[in-house]
């Protein structure tokens, strides 16, 4: 019966990782233009 324990405990665990490490972290959004000068972007053309 452990072993039933321990399946279930395993796949929890790699599902939580898989999606901890596939889920894009983006960041905040500039709301105000005194952010946007207060923050250090660059900005750049090709």
């Not at 395993?10 to 000068?37: K, N, W």
Request: charged share 15%.
């Amino acid at each position: 019966i452990y072993w039933v324990f321990t399946i279930i405990i395993t796949s929890c665990y790699t599902g939580s990782i898989m999606a901890f490490i596939t889920v894009p972290v983006f960041p905040e959004a500039i709301d105000t233009v005194e952010q946007l000068l207060d923050d250090d972007y660059e900005i750049g053309t090709l």
